[in-house]
């Protein structure tokens, strides 16, 4: 049997914690960035009425706010 004091044990628990803690950022932080949109000018729309900013690259002249549901044309 492995003898084992109080303080080294302790210490061996927080240590694979901080590991699985770091591991878990790094996974999700990685997650994240793969889900990159483009920034192009014509692909982004703002609402007058709700205020709401979002991308929709599927329409060039009118659109329909996620938010609020109004109409809103370039």
Known sequence: MIKLDLSTALFVYLFFTVIAVLLLWLVMDLG???KTYSSDEKFIWH???CANTY???RHEAISKCPRCGS???K
């Open 47 to 49: 609402c007058n009425i």
């Open 32 to 34: 994240t960035k793969l």
């Open 71 to 73: 109409f809103i044309e």
């Open 55 to 57: 991308i929709d690259s």
